[in-house]
């Protein structure tokens, strides 16, 4: 599961930065595959959302305090 983890959130941070490097400079990474209709560019962005929603549903473990503490 910590492999899972690892690998989704790495391709948070690639679509966090694709979106990034969109808002500043109106230039998308998967375009460097092709034009947005790519087969390869869909893939990638498919991977990314199918990401998301793997660290909604198994993410939560770092919001939880550690054992002891209280959150204010």
Not at 34 to 51: P, T
């Amino acid at each position: 599961m910590k492999a899972l983890s690892m690998i989704t959130f790495i391709l948070l941070v690639v679509g966090g930065l694709n979106w990034l490097l969109v808002g500043l400079f109106n230039w998308d990474v998967g375009l460097l595959f092709g034009d947005a209709g790519n087969i390869v560019a869909k893939v990638i962005y498919v991977l990314v959302g199918v990401s998301a929603v793997v660290q909604i549903f198994t993410g939560k473990d770092c919001c939880k305090s550690p054992a002891g503490t209280q959150q204010m």
